[in-house]
Antibody, heavy 121, light 107 residues
Framework: QVQLVESGGGLVKPGGSLRLSCAAS????????MSWIRQAPGKGLEWVSY????????YYADSVKGRFTISRDNAKNSLYLQMNSLRAEDTAVYYC??????????????WGQGTMVTVSS | DIQMTQSPSSLSASVGDRVTITCQAS??????LNWYQQKPGKAPKLLIY???NLETGVPSRFSGSGSGTDFTFTISSLQPEDIATYYC?????????FGQGTKLEIK
């Protein structure tokens, strides 16, 4: 079945780094744009970054620009988020999501279960 | 960035009620608006895309309307399994933004 599984979350000190991974299965990963979206504890959803199907087009939210790097390996059906210079306000559940309705629309039709990132000393 | 304002932030209704949530964009976003449902401890689920199109497999009691800056999400007859938080999301601008959410509870 169509599935996204995130991993790599954990506890990290302010200023530290973490790399999240998202393994895709059940669909042709290389055909789809992908995004990372996060949710701070008890808060709403915040889009973080997106990458085109080939990896040639990338965008970031202003809140993470210059600190986070999105990438993908289509041969491994995997999406990544390298997070550097982490701050307390980056504490959140991080979801990977498929942008699955192009060209009709841009919407997140498949989501992973999320991985928790906690930034604390 | 485009700001999305949902109202109300919380809502209590009875089973069978008609429920309406509104979402206002800070600028014209045409029909580039989606609606998601998130149940506690779970990932969000896409319900409506392009303001009014029902995602495959989503019950027909859910509907959406609107264009420009003002949008409406409706549940025609509330069911117990609809208890969740609902979010709107715009994609007119590449800095995708979500509304703050509407928490729906059973009265």
């Amino acid at each position: 079945q169509v599935q996204l599984v995130e991993s790599g979350g954990g506890l990290v000190k302010p200023g530290g780094s973490l790399r999240l991974s998202c393994a895709a299965s059940g669909f042709t990963f290389s055909d789809y744009y992908m995004s990372w979206i996060r949710q701070a504890p008890g808060k709403g959803l915040e889009w973080v970054s997106y990458i085109s199907s080939s990896g040639s087009t990338i965008y970031y939210a202003d809140s993470v620009k210059g600190r986070f790097t999105i990438s993908r390996d289509n041969a491994k059906n995997s999406l990544y988020l390298q997070m550097n210079s982490l701050r307390a306000e980056d504490t959140a559940v991080y979801y990977c999501a498929r942008d699955g309705l192009r060209p009709v629309a841009e919407a997140f039709d498949i989501w992973g279960q999320g991985t928790m990132v906690t930034v604390s000393s | 960035d485009i700001q999305m304002t949902q109202s109300p932030s919380s809502l209590s209704a009875s089973v069978g009620d008609r429920v309406t949530i509104t979402c206002q964009a800070s600028q014209d976003i045409s029909n580039y608006l989606n609606w998601y449902q998130q149940k506690p401890g779970k990932a969000p689920k896409l319900l409506i895309y392009d303001a009014s199109n029902l995602e495959t497999g989503v019950p027909s009691r859910f509907s959406g309307s609107g264009s420009g800056t003002d949008f409406t999400f409706t549940i025609s007859s509330l069911q117990p399994e609809d208890i969740a938080t609902y979010y709107c999301q715009q994609y007119d601008n590449l800095a995708y933004t979500f509304g703050q959410g509407t928490k729906l509870e059973i009265k």
